[in-house]
């Protein structure tokens, strides 16, 4: 099982940005393309972004204009690079390997995520 470190969130103001950082045990990260996900509070997981071994990313259209994802093979590392920040975007951010047919799924557990709260 992966160990999953999320890291970066925190109490931001609309408007504002932050950047996300995900590491996992192992090689993990640097063997596989890597997702975000959020939790907003009461709702399912969603997918925000894929980013391919090779730094490519493709990102949700809900926030295709405002987050993107980058990584560092070298230094095991993801990141989820957010601007113009909306209260709806609260939520707790979460990173994973998706599952080559289905990205919305998994393939390990999750880990605790790093929770983002956004003020208006």
């Known amino acids: 099982q992966a160990q999953w470190a999320e890291s970066g969130g925190g109490l931001v103001q609309a408007g504002g940005s932050l950047r996300l950082s995900c590491t996992a045990s192992?090689?993990?990260?640097?063997?596989?393309?890597i997702a975000w996900y959020r939790q907003l509070p009461g709702k399912e997981r969603e997918f925000i972004v894929r980013?391919?071994?090779?730094?490519?990313?493709l990102v949700a259209d809900s926030v295709r204009r405002r987050f993107t994802g980058s990584r560092d093979n070298a230094k095991k590392v993801v990141f989820l690079q957010m601007s113009v920040l909306k209260p709806e975007d609260t939520a707790v951010y979460s990173c994973?390997?998706?599952?080559?047919?289905?990205?919305?799924?998994?393939?390990?557990?999750w880990g605790q995520g790093t929770r983002v709260t956004v003020s208006s």
């Open positions: 994973n390997v998706p599952q080559s047919t289905h990205w919305l799924r998994p393939l390990y557990s």
């Open positions: 192992g090689s993990i990260v640097s063997d596989n393309a």
């Open positions: 980013i391919a071994h090779d730094g490519s990313a």
